[in-house]
């Protein structure tokens, strides 16, 4: 089975903070993708990665940055959290089209 | 007009019933498509991936229709574990980005 893993399922954070989101993937898959996910806007991509080191913006990147050192961990950083980054945000990672999702983190910042 | 577009409902529904949700996408040299099931506060996870010839999994049956443009589920004999929202996925450019556009979701609501 293929198994995606978010650090943190739940996170409180303050207004300027930096924020760090984990995902790791245990499947060797070169595309990795971030999401939030809030109610009524459904999944909007935040960045997405093919392969390491290589990143993409998709379409809400404003805000967000990405790290990708190695191909399993796909990191997702806010740089300096604000209250309308609250929201669950979901890893996700690919193989023959097919997109894996980890658990999510409900980020809330205060 | 949105890239992938859902009928967010809710489709409530008594147990037994059959229900579908269709979904429609604008690309029309999208050529992958998936449905997937997402309970409350849980993530997306896979249903089925639909084929050209359409695909059944026991009381889940989607199909495609390139012409109109759009990707149907059927749910047969609705049970209340059937109760979740149902996303629409469709892939975007070539297939190796494994880049994909979902659709805001359905929501099913099984009732007893």
């Known amino acids: 089975d293929v198994k995606v893993t978010q650090s943190s399922r739940y996170l409180v954070k303050r207004t300027g903070e930096k924020v760090f989101l984990e995902c790791v993937q245990d499947m060797d898959h070169e595309n990795m993708f971030w999401y939030r996910q809030d109610p009524g806007l459904g999944l909007r991509l935040i960045y997405f990665s093919y392969d390491v080191k290589m990143k993409e913006k998709g379409d809400i990147p404003e805000g967000y940055s990405v790290s990708r050192e190695k191909k399993e961990r796909f990191s997702l950083i806010l740089e300096s959290a604000s209250t309308n980054q609250t929201s669950m945000y979901l890893c996700?990672?690919?193989?023959?089209?097919?997109?894996?999702f980890g658990a999510g983190t409900r980020l809330s910042v205060l | 007009r949105k890239e992938v577009e859902q009928d967010p409902g809710p489709f409530n529904v008594p147990e037994g019933a059959t229900v579908a949700f269709n979904c429609t996408y604008s690309?029309?040299?999208?050529?992958?498509f998936f449905w997937y099931r997402q309970d409350c506060r849980k993530e997306p996870k896979l249903l089925m991936s639909v084929y050209s010839s359409g695909n059944e999994d026991g009381r889940f049956t989607a199909q495609l229709n390139r012409a109109s443009q759009y990707i149907s589920l059927l749910i047969r004999d609705s049970k209340l574990s059937d109760s979740a929202t149902y996303l629409c996925a469709v892939n975007v450019g070539s297939s190796n980005t494994g880049k994909l556009i979902f659709g805001q979701g359905t929501t099913l609501q099984v009732k007893p």
């Open positions: 690309n029309s040299a999208s050529q992958s």
């Open positions: 996700a990672s690919s193989w023959a089209g097919i997109q894996y």
